[in-house]
């Protein structure tokens, strides 16, 4: 064959060769390979390794379809079973304002847990009066922005309720209220995020008349309305039984509060605590499983207090906590007598949540899939409580791998610290296949910032 010839076929060939090329995936898609366990084809390969040339690691990647759709399938499943509805996002879970200004165009409202997290919402566009503040510990500066805003005290004492009076009276304002009631429901999670039950230091107890007692002070307060009533009861719940429980309780409150003090309430928040599978296979209550089992719960609660305040919702961790991945890059890889440790550039300043209540993340090593082993994924924290997993199976690792940390979009930013002089990690969020830096890399002049004496 001539050389004109042999062009001419490759010519005539190379679109049928290109058409047969495999679709890259794009950044989203590489995501979602990581979730599917198939970090191991190229294409997601190379994908992480683009965010990882790009901006670095550790790295905090979520991603924007996952919350949206979390936040679509939670209106869907209570919207048309409870029409006096207002969901809110629970902002502690993660406070990176792109991330909150999503749950917003969602039409979430917001609940914060400080002053700053009130700021935070201000800065995202939300106004005073569509956030509620539920903290037991509030200081006097944080109870005088909140009644001059607008917003609503989730109190939490009488002591709280005494300060708010006078602040009120001072600002010649009516602060908006609803007291956070302790329900004493276990809904059987980790016990350092149970809230709900008897010996937790949040609320006032149903238990002993502590709460009704808190209604009927208020009541007789001018410089307080009381909008409604609260209660959270804890994190990470997988299970509808704590809430079917805490609806009961509630309801009956409700129809004590009007029957005995002719209270009536707009609202009654049952909380956040919406659990999401941080295991392979795990199962956890759905939000239409929820809302299924809760529907009957509160149409009869409501039928018997003889009116239906409306239900408020307010999750964190459900709309971001499957969103999130952590990049992180292996360091090196060491084999003691007994364990093989595979250290990376992350610890619990990083991702705090293992090391703080054992908490479980599937880890995903990046392109590799020969020789498994039993590791530890080890931080880089300087405490020999830094292992971010433990006893997982993983392909063998070398210096320099990706390794994929899920479920990390809630309590895992959030919760990070620049302790052992670390500055704090990136955030991007990924939509299709482009990553906007959402929050720029922590500095080493960060860690200086507020210090009295700049070094040279
Ligand atoms: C009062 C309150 N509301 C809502 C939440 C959000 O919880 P989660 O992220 O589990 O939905 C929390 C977190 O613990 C909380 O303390």
Same mark, same amino acid.
């Given at each position: 064959m001539s050389l004109r010839r042999l062009s001419l076929a490759l010519l005539l060939l190379a679109p049928g060769l290109l058409a047969q090329t495999p679709k890259q995936p794009t950044l989203q898609e590489a995501l979602l390979a990581a979730r599917a366990d198939r970090v191991g084809t190229p294409g997601a390969e190379a994908a992480f390794r683009r965010l990882a040339d790009a901006h670095g690691t550790p790295l905090y990647i979520y991603d924007q379809a996952h919350i949206q759709g979390q936040a679509a399938a939670l209106k869907a499943a209570f919207g048309p079973r409870f029409p006096k509805l207002r969901i809110l996002y629970a902002? &502690?879970?993660?406070?990176?304002p792109a991330v909150i200004g999503l749950l917003r165009a969602e039409g979430l409202g917001a609940e914060v847990v400080s002053v700053g997290e009130i700021e935070t919402a201000l800065q995202v566009?939300? &106004?005073?009066?569509?956030i509620m503040f539920t903290s037991s510990s509030k200081g006097p500066a944080e109870l005088r922005r909140a009644i001059a805003l607008g917003t609503v005290l989730n109190v939490d004492s009488m002591d709280e309720l005494s300060q708010i009076q006078v602040e009120a009276r001072r600002q010649k304002k009516q602060a908006r209220i609803s007291f956070r009631i302790n329900?004493?429901?276990?809904?059987? *999670? !980790?016990h350092q995020i149970n *809230?709900?039950?008897?010996?937790? &230091?949040?609320g006032l107890h149903l238990q002993g008349g502590l709460a009704f007692k808190a209604y009927e002070t208020a009541k007789g307060m001018p410089e307080v309305l009381i909008e409604g009533a609260h209660c959270h009861i804890g994190s990470? !719940? *997988?299970?509808t039984e704590g809430y079917l429980l805490t609806a009961r309780k509630m309801l009956a409150f409700v129809k004590e509060l009007k029957d005995k003090l002719d209270i009536r309430l707009g609202f009654l928040d049952l909380g956040g605590g919406l659990g999401i599978p941080y295991r392979d296979g795990q199962v956890v209550m759905s939000p239409e499983e929820l809302a299924q089992a809760l529907a009957p719960v509160w149409k009869e609660g409501v039928a018997a207090a003889g009116y239906e305040p409306t239900l408020w919702l307010e999750p964190g961790r459900f709309f971001v906590g499957g969103a999130g991945y952590l990049l992180v890059r292996v360091n090196t890889v060491k084999t003691t007598p007994l364990k093989t440790f595979v250290n990376v550039d992350a610890g619990f300043n990083t991702l705090m949540r293992p090391a703080m209540y054992q908490a479980y993340h599937r880890v995903r090593l990046i392109g590799r899939t020969a020789d498994p082993l039993t590791v530890d994924i080890a931080?880089?924290?300087?405490? *020999?409580?830094? !292992?971010? @997993?433990?006893?997982r199976l993983l392909p063998k690792a070398k210096a320099g791998d990706l390794v994929v940390i899920l479920? @990390?979009?809630?309590y895992g930013f959030s919760m990070s610290?620049?302790?052992?002089?670390r500055p704090l990690a990136a955030e991007v969020l990924v939509s299709g296949n482009t990553a906007k830096v959402v929050r720029r890399r922590g500095q080493f002049k960060d860690l200086f910032r507020s210090a009295a004496t700049a070094p040279k």
């Amino acid at each position: 064959m001539s050389l004109r010839r042999l062009s001419l076929a490759l010519l005539l060939l190379a679109p049928g060769l290109l058409a047969q090329t495999p679709k890259q995936p794009t950044l989203q898609e590489a995501l979602l390979a990581a979730r599917a366990d198939r970090v191991g084809t190229p294409g997601a390969e190379a994908a992480f390794r683009r965010l990882a040339d790009a901006h670095g690691t550790p790295l905090y990647i979520y991603d924007q379809a996952h919350i949206q759709g979390q936040a679509a399938a939670l209106k869907a499943a209570f919207g048309p079973r409870f029409p006096k509805l207002r969901i809110l996002y629970a902002l &502690k879970a993660n406070t990176n304002p792109a991330v909150i200004g999503l749950l917003r165009a969602e039409g979430l409202g917001a609940e914060v847990v400080s002053v700053g997290e009130i700021e935070t919402a201000l800065q995202v566009g939300y &106004k005073g009066p569509e956030i509620m503040f539920t903290s037991s510990s509030k200081g006097p500066a944080e109870l005088r922005r909140a009644i001059a805003l607008g917003t609503v005290l989730n109190v939490d004492s009488m002591d709280e309720l005494s300060q708010i009076q006078v602040e009120a009276r001072r600002q010649k304002k009516q602060a908006r209220i609803s007291f956070r009631i302790n329900p004493g429901v276990d809904p059987h *999670t !980790i016990h350092q995020i149970n *809230t709900g039950i008897a010996e937790s &230091k949040f609320g006032l107890h149903l238990q002993g008349g502590l709460a009704f007692k808190a209604y009927e002070t208020a009541k007789g307060m001018p410089e307080v309305l009381i909008e409604g009533a609260h209660c959270h009861i804890g994190s990470q !719940i *997988t299970e509808t039984e704590g809430y079917l429980l805490t609806a009961r309780k509630m309801l009956a409150f409700v129809k004590e509060l009007k029957d005995k003090l002719d209270i009536r309430l707009g609202f009654l928040d049952l909380g956040g605590g919406l659990g999401i599978p941080y295991r392979d296979g795990q199962v956890v209550m759905s939000p239409e499983e929820l809302a299924q089992a809760l529907a009957p719960v509160w149409k009869e609660g409501v039928a018997a207090a003889g009116y239906e305040p409306t239900l408020w919702l307010e999750p964190g961790r459900f709309f971001v906590g499957g969103a999130g991945y952590l990049l992180v890059r292996v360091n090196t890889v060491k084999t003691t007598p007994l364990k093989t440790f595979v250290n990376v550039d992350a610890g619990f300043n990083t991702l705090m949540r293992p090391a703080m209540y054992q908490a479980y993340h599937r880890v995903r090593l990046i392109g590799r899939t020969a020789d498994p082993l039993t590791v530890d994924i080890a931080g880089d924290v300087c405490e *020999t409580g830094d !292992i971010l @997993a433990e006893g997982r199976l993983l392909p063998k690792a070398k210096a320099g791998d990706l390794v994929v940390i899920l479920d @990390a979009g809630a309590y895992g930013f959030s919760m990070s610290s620049e302790y052992n002089a670390r500055p704090l990690a990136a955030e991007v969020l990924v939509s299709g296949n482009t990553a906007k830096v959402v929050r720029r890399r922590g500095q080493f002049k960060d860690l200086f910032r507020s210090a009295a004496t700049a070094p040279k």
